[in-house]
């Protein structure tokens, strides 16, 4: 298991990277549309993990209402696996509750899911599992 990135929720991608990019000098490499999730991610690696910008292009997405609930800021920690499904029961196993009864796979292979922040005292986590490389 690693860290894979934190998610931090924003409500202006641009002025977010301005302080992320310029402030702190972290490289941003690459910035996604997610038109599934309603969200413009820019990604930025810091050693092997990244920082993640959630910026909503959408009014009926969780992190518009999430924005609206607890201001910018941490989103959630996303922690990598190597089988998700085992993560997952284990988690269920020891009273855990998740928001995905079965992961979601992404374009490019990648399993995810997360977990409820009423199971792991106020944070969400998201699991992710990446497809094997060539």
């Given at each position: 298991m690693r860290l894979d990135h934190l998610a931090i929720a924003v409500p202006d991608l641009d002025a977010?990277?301005?302080f992320y990019r310029d402030g702190l000098g972290l490289t941003c490499a690459r910035v996604e549309d997610v038109e599934r999730e309603g969200v413009r991610i820019a990604f930025l690696p810091?050693?092997?993990?990244?920082?993640?910008?959630?910026?909503?292009?959408?009014?009926d997405t969780g992190i518009v209402?999430?924005?609206?609930?607890?201001?910018?800021?941490?989103?959630?920690?996303?922690?990598?696996?190597?089988?998700?499904?085992?993560?997952?029961?284990r988690i269920q196993r020891a009273g855990g509750e998740m928001i995905n009864p079965e992961p979601v796979r992404r374009p490019e292979g990648t399993l995810y899911a997360f977990v409820h922040p009423r199971s792991t005292g106020g944070v969400l986590i998201e699991l992710y599992q990446r497809p094997p490389q060539p």
């Open positions: 977010a990277l301005a810091v050693g092997e993990s990244e920082i993640e910008l959630l910026q909503p292009t959408r009014q209402k999430w924005l609206a609930k607890h201001g910018p800021g941490m989103h959630h920690v996303c922690l990598e696996v190597g089988d998700i499904q085992a993560a997952m029961a």
